[in-house]
């Protein structure tokens, strides 16, 4: 009763194999260049066609008398197809294929012909769009994650430090543009403050993940301060920071590289340590607001938001509380030194005192 059923299993599995093995399996990447690899014996009257098989066949390069014809090309291919001329006499009629797009998928025929025969290649290529970059930003309690510009579908999934049950329903939203990219996204509320929240977008070829942690608070009375950044493993591929979730202080694309200042801010930065963080001088209360830092090397990305408060100067009020402060404390110190004077005073007095009547035991007379 197996037999039947197992021989019909081993069938499907050899043609599915010797269909595989047919076939050259090619990865491109999204707007690079790509080569089909192709040979052929060599020999005279080189003939060569390209042809991508999709519902029908179209033409993506030919070859004959010794030179290109692209009067039948897909317009598709139009400009970005080239074959090695000086390596065609040697057998070798690859294509090379320039800003790759998702529609350049799928199943390509590689015919080549000469005066003693003819042959048949089959180049299966599969286009990828990596994950890039994934933003996280927080807006009052909602968090937002998003990527955009990957093939194939990405998934995105969230997790928290420390692990948390808190929901994170997650329905993410994924639209797909006229390039046949995906973009994804997908928010949450952060009921729990406390928590760091990631969130990792993967898709075949890899995955980012872009980490958001807790904000922090400071208040500056000094026209100078330093921002701190949450510091990850070199090396880094790019530092931004932000004011108020848009304006753009400056950015970085990478360690060795000079930060970029936006105009705005010229009067404001001072200066960037190697681990990112900020020091500003000469601010004013209109740079009160939220600083994030964003930080990225190859495989993540950490956000850390800062809300800095300036405390208003409040002139000599201030100075006079100040003082007032200062001669309460000395007063303090003062009275306490009075105390212990007294005591002191009154201990050594008790002592000379009692030392009058102390009658000291018989023992060999003083010398004179
Ligand atoms: C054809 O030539 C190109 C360019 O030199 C080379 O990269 C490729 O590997 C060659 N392909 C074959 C099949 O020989
Ligand atoms: C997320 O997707 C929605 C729906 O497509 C869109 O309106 C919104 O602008 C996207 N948000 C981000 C941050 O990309
Ligand atoms: C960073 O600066 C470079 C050069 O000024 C610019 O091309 C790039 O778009 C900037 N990146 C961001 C995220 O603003
Ligand atoms: C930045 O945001 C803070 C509140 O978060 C607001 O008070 C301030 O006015 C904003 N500053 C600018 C220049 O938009």
């Given at each position: 009763m197996c037999r039947g059923k197992c021989v019909v299993v081993f069938v499907v599995l050899t043609l599915l194999w010797t269909f595989n093995k047919?076939?050259?399996q090619v990865s491109c990447v999204?707007?690079?260049s790509c080569i089909l690899p192709c040979s052929f014996p060599s020999g005279d009257e080189v003939v060569i066609h390209w042809i991508q098989r999709t519902t029908k066949d179209l033409l993506a390069h030919s070859y004959y008398y010794n030179q290109d014809q692209l009067g039948l090309q897909d317009q598709h291919f139009r400009g970005r197809t080239s074959l090695f001329q000086d390596q065609i006499s040697r057998g070798n009629a690859s294509l090379r294929l320039t800003g790759v797009e998702v529609q350049d998928q799928g199943r390509y025929k590689c015919y080549t012909s000469t005066i003693t025969g003819n042959k048949e290649l089959f180049i299966n290529l599969n286009v990828d769009a990596?994950?890039?970059?994934?933003?996280?930003?927080?807006?009052?309690n909602r968090i937002t994650c998003s990527s955009e510009g990957i093939y194939p579908q990405p998934d995105l999934t969230w997790s928290t430090s420390?692990?948390?049950?808190v929901s994170l329903e997650n329905n993410p939203t994924v639209q797909q543009t006229e390039q046949l990219l995906y973009n994804i996204n997908s928010s949450l509320i952060a009921s729990v403050t406390d928590l760091v929240y990631s969130c990792t977008v993967s898709t075949r070829t890899n995955k980012r993940t872009a980490t958001l942690f807790k904000l922090i608070s400071i208040s500056v009375s000094d026209t100078e301060t330093t921002i701190p950044c949450k510091s990850l493993n070199p090396p880094l591929t790019g530092l931004v920071w932000r004011f108020n979730h848009s304006q753009i202080i400056l950015n970085q694309t990478g360690a060795n590289v000079p930060y970029?200042?936006?105009e705005e801010w010229r009067?404001?930065?001072?200066?960037?340590?190697?681990?990112?963080?900020?020091?500003l001088k000469d601010f004013s209360s209109d740079q009160e607001g939220i600083y994030?830092?964003?930080?990225?090397?190859?495989?993540?990305?950490?956000?850390?938001?800062?809300?800095?408060?300036?405390?208003?100067?409040?002139?000599?009020?201030?100075?006079?509380?100040?003082s007032t402060h200062d001669g309460a404390i000395i007063g303090c110190v003062f009275?306490?030194?009075?105390?212990?004077?007294?005591?002191?005073g009154l201990v050594w007095y008790r002592n000379r005192h009692n030392n009058r009547d102390y009658t000291p035991p018989p023992g060999p007379p003083a010398s004179t």
């Open positions: 047919a076939d050259i999204f707007m690079k990596p994950v890039d970059k994934v933003n996280i930003q927080q807006v009052e420390p692990p948390s049950d970029t200042v936006s009067q404001q930065v001072k200066s960037v340590s190697e681990s990112g963080s900020l020091t994030t830092c964003e930080l990225s090397n190859a495989e993540e990305t950490y956000v850390t938001n800062t809300l800095l408060r300036i405390e208003k100067s409040q002139g000599k009020g201030a100075g006079d509380w100040d009275a306490v030194l009075v105390v212990v004077l007294a005591v002191v």
